[in-house]
């Protein structure tokens, strides 16, 4: 609903108040849906896929049975889940889905629910710059006209130093 109500807005603020013609902007938003939806659709559908076939087949509890078992100090557990495990689901998924599993598997572990979600999201700060599968580099990379590689040193250039190249 978010992103229905956000491309709304947007129309109406492209048409009514810098006067782009109707037809353009809605050409324009179009691109923009299906530009979005298809990387999205297609990493967060396999995502819920590989979910479903871990919980289903009882790897789920494996896992997080193994990831209880290294350590009984929530400390430990905390960085080993939050940060490399949901490093890897970014890669591997992106768009919210570490978050919802490294912090579900927090809350398995004892963890109160809003100290589970607040380090879920601060252990993804650094890995959703390069999102599932590179996608906000890519991106970068098609809409500037510079190459990916370059995109990807100008994101690691501005997360150490602040400023854009």
């Known amino acids: 609903m978010a992103a229905l109500i956000s491309v709304a807005v947007a129309l109406a603020i492209a048409i009514a108040v810098y006067g782009t013609p109707t037809g353009q902007a809605l050409l324009a938003a179009s691109a923009g849906v299906v530009f979005g939806f298809f990387p999205i659709l297609w990493i967060v559908i396999n995502a819920i896929w ?3 076939v871990t919980v289903q087949t009882g790897h789920f509890d494996v896992l997080r049975r193994s990831f209880a078992g290294i350590s009984d100090d929530h400390r430990i557990q905390a960085i080993i889940i939050a940060f490399p495990f949901g490093a890897l689901l970014e890669a591997l998924a992106g768009f919210g889905a570490p978050m919802a ?43 500037s006209g510079i190459s990916s590689d370059a995109s990807q040193t100008a994101v690691v250039d501005f997360a150490r130093n602040g400023t854009w190249r």
């Open 50 to 52: 590989v979910y479903q």
């Open 101 to 143: 599993v490294t912090s579900m598997m927090l809350l398995a572990l004892g963890f109160k629910p809003l100290k589970a979600a607040v380090l879920a999201l601060v252990a993804n700060t650094a890995p959703v710059a390069y999102g599932a599968m590179a996608i906000p580099i890519i991106t970068l990379g098609k809409v």
